[in-house]
């Protein structure tokens, strides 16, 4: 049940919460929050509606960090920004969440370009 | 056959009752509260279902908290009834860095400690537990600022105006060189935001979902975890309803019932509101709280392709420094979105923390891009003034 919950999302998952699950895949949509190349972690704000939540992720040196705004370009980790877009999936590997790919598909940017 | 004395002038007034009846739609005013025109038997049926789930009072073995601001949806949007304001005030933080730090955004709405939305309450279990009697905000928070409870009649109206019709009022970069920028506001996974003070939720769903979550501490399958206490997990064994503690039907028919809650009614115009329709106008008044949008297409026919008096374009403006209290999205201290006017005269206080007593006091704390509109409100002739004044305690 909590697993099709967490499939189901919008949502983010808190690490505590997302500790004690088995689910091998989940993925979220949120904006970059903090990045650290060299720490190869990444934290990425989602959430619904004013319930915001902070999904903190390892980002393995092998994970494919892609762009859709230019076909399937790789990126490095250090090419993400604050506030970059982007589309996850993660695993819980030993009490922490690991991200398998990352995807950037936009900015929160305030011109008037339609949603992503 | 027999006529009674009178009786042909009594067919002719009821002849003509019944065409001013058919002139005005037969229709009564809707009352705060009432669902909207031209509802389904089955949408209907949501709208009476969901408010008894708005209505609900929700205990810990339910779902409430451990952390909350109130036992159900109505306890603060009552007055005049369910769906309207109240005189709870929250608090909601976040932390506002001029140059941003180093590998973070200049926003941080603390969500990763507990915010933006700071619990005032916690259930006994949470208290015994931590000795806390509402949720501690961070001292990384650079703002803390009082919100207070919006009525959400028409709200469902709102969500159903298409991305596009606010999207063409934007003007970001002042274009037109008239003082007003109207920025949009984007959720985190870069949807156009148009719910909350700061215009960061795109939806009613997510903002009703959300509002389960963040003001009562009841999780739904849309927002299955828990709040945090200022960042670290709630203490085992204080929390004794599973997750989620709303189901999805529940969630949806609470929904459906705020979707289909009509916008207030205005009041009948007199002759000096409605020339103080026209000083709104003339002040510029207008060119944020945008008189009238148009939903676009909807599953629900009452919610489609109508006019909503909102007075507004569901855009972030600068208010000036004098309001500026949190940031939100991309939305900075001083960026509000344009509050709605529909259902000003059923409001007891104005601005997003309540400090306006009057509708005039709350032009008067106007700043930023609407300056120019409050000095030329200040300069007006005492008639016009009193004309405004009429006009907006008609909305």
Do not use: W
């Amino acid at each position: 049940m909590f697993r099709l919950v967490l499939s189901s999302l919008l949502v983010a998952v808190a690490p505590t919460l997302a500790a004690s699950q088995q689910a091998p895949h989940d993925s979220v949509r949120g904006a970059v929050r903090v990045v650290d190349a060299r720490a190869r972690t990444l934290e990425v704000t989602t959430g619904v509606g004013m319930a915001l939540r902070v999904v903190r992720l390892q980002v393995p040196a092998a994970v494919p960090v892609t762009t859709s705004s230019a076909g399937s370009d790789q990126l490095a980790l250090s090419d993400l920004k604050p506030g970059d877009v982007v589309r996850v999936t993660f695993g819980n590997r030993t009490g922490a969440l690991v991200a398998y790919t990352i995807e950037r598909i936009g900015r929160m940017a305030t011109g008037v370009i339609p949603s992503p | 056959m027999t006529v009674r004395p009178g009786g042909g002038r009594a067919i002719v007034c009821s002849f003509a009752a019944a065409i001013m009846l058919a002139a005005t739609g037969c229709r009564r005013p809707l009352k705060p509260g009432d669902p909207l025109r031209g509802l389904s038997a089955s949408e209907r049926n949501r709208f009476d279902q969901g408010k008894l789930v708005f209505d609900s009072v929700f205990t810990p073995e339910t779902g409430l908290g451990p952390l909350f601001n109130a036992n159900g949806c109505a306890e603060c949007h009552e007055d005049p009834v369910a769906g309207g304001t109240g005189d709870e005030v929250e608090r909601h933080a976040t932390a506002f860095h001029q140059v941003a730090p180093a590998g973070a955004r200049q926003c941080d709405e603390l969500a990763g400690q507990g915010g933006p939305v700071y619990q005032n309450h916690v259930t006994a279990a949470l208290h015994t537990a931590l000795g806390i009697d509402s949720e501690p905000v961070p001292a990384a928070a650079t703002a803390i600022a009082a919100r207070t409870i919006p009525d959400v009649f028409g709200f469902g109206l709102l969500d159903a105006v298409p991305d596009s019709e606010i999207l063409a009022y934007a003007d970001p970069d002042d274009r037109n060189h008239d003082g007003i920028s109207g920025r949009p506001n984007r959720f985190f996974d870069g949807r156009l935001g148009r719910f909350g003070r700061k215009a960061l939720v795109p939806t009613l769903r997510e903002f009703n979902d959300g509002a389960f979550a963040a003001e009562q501490g009841i999780t739904t399958p849309a927002s299955p975890t828990e709040e945090t206490v200022a960042g670290t997990p709630i203490p085992a064994g204080t929390d004794p309803a599973p997750d989620p503690e709303l189901t999805e039907q529940r969630a949806e028919l609470a929904d459906a019932f705020v979707r289909l809650l009509a916008p207030p009614a205005p009041l009948k115009f007199s002759r000096e509101a409605r020339e103080g329709s026209d000083v709104f106008k003339h002040l510029g008044c207008a060119n944020c709280h945008v008189p009238t949008l148009t939903t676009g297409d909807s599953p629900v026919a009452a919610l489609r392709h109508k006019q909503v008096a909102a007075y507004t374009d569901l855009l972030l403006h600068d208010m000036g420094p004098d309001l500026g209290d949190l940031c939100l999205g991309l939305a900075t201290p001083t960026e509000f979105r344009t509050e709605p006017l529909m259902g000003l005269h059923l409001m007891p206080q104005f601005l997003h923390d309540g400090r306006a007593k009057t509708p005039e006091e709350a032009i008067e704390l106007h700043g930023g891009e609407a300056a120019r509109s409050r000095d030329l409100f200040h300069a007006l002739p005492p008639g016009e003034r009193a004309a405004l004044l009429a006009f907006l305690k008609t909305l």
